[in-house]
């Protein structure tokens, strides 16, 4: 059974930094790729970044696009996402996703952790 844990939300003041992690198990962690997205309420879930099996491929959102960077340890079944200046407009739950495409919509994947908030005060 695939399960993914995600960790290292919190509150942060704009412009600080939070390194979320999302650790994978019940399947080949390296066969699949890895992705984060985040639902903010009232909104719908967004794509935030996404990387490949082998890690050697991202894609962002632009809403993030240099200031996330999304990486994975295959050795460890772990995906991270470290976010520096941060924003108001970050504030959401963030969940990471398990699947088979390199892709940016969540119907692409299969499997989701549970979520971890993320608060960015003004």
């Known amino acids: 059974q695939v399960q993914l844990v995600e960790s290292g939300g919190g509150l942060v003041q704009a412009g600080g930094s939070l390194r979320l992690s999302c650790a994978a198990s019940?399947?080949?962690?390296?066969?699949?790729?890895m992705a984060w997205f985040r639902q903010a309420p009232g909104k719908e879930r967004e794509f935030v970044a996404t990387?490949?099996?082998?890690?050697?491929?991202?894609s962002y959102a632009d809403s993030v696009k240099g200031r996330f960077a999304i990486s994975r340890d295959n050795a460890k079944n772990t995906v991270y996402l470290q976010m520096n200046s941060l924003k108001p407009e970050d504030t959401a739950v963030y969940y990471c996703?398990?699947?088979?495409?390199?892709?940016?919509?969540?119907?692409?994947?299969?499997?989701w952790g549970q979520g971890t908030q993320v608060t960015v005060s003004s």
């Open positions: 019940g399947r080949t962690f390296s066969s699949y790729t």
């Open positions: 996703a398990q699947g088979a495409v390199f892709g940016r919509r969540w119907t692409e994947y299969d499997y």
């Open positions: 990387i490949n099996r082998r890690g050697t491929d991202t």
